[in-house]
């Protein structure tokens, strides 16, 4: 497992933005997929974006495409995403997670270590 840890959240206007990181506790950073959940309350855990273990594919939720980007910095065993032209309704506990699968699933179930949260609030 590895040992995820977020930062970045905080409240903002609509039309702002905001950069989450996640920093991975492992010497194999390059070979994980990283990807991007959130959860609203009362709502269920959904997809945000994922990047391949190279970050040489990348997926993301139609509701935050063209919006959102994720990256990763190989060297630094962090993967970011820069969330611009923010809206209300991307208000939600953001989750950062991790697996070796090779791919850029969008299957929460596929990820075996998650880190713990960072809150994201926008203000309309």
């Known amino acids: 497992q590895v040992q995820l840890v977020e930062s970045g959240g905080g409240l903002v206007q609509a039309g702002g933005s905001l950069r989450l990181s996640c920093a991975a506790s492992t010497r194999t950073f390059s070979s994980y997929t990283m990807a991007w959940f959130r959860q609203a309350p009362g709502k269920e855990r959904e997809f945000v974006a994922a990047t391949s273990w190279r970050g040489g594919s990348t997926s993301y939720a139609d509701s935050v495409k063209g919006r959102f980007t994720i990256s990763r910095d190989n060297v630094k065993d962090t993967v970011y995403l820069q969330m611009n032209q923010l809206k209300p309704e991307d208000t939600a506990v953001y989750y950062c997670?991790?697996?070796?699968?090779?791919?850029?699933?969008?299957?929460?179930?596929?990820?075996?270590?998650w880190g713990q949260g960072t809150q994201v609030t926008v203000s309309s």
């Open positions: 997670a991790a697996a070796m699968l090779g791919r850029a699933t969008q299957n929460p179930d596929e990820y075996y270590s």
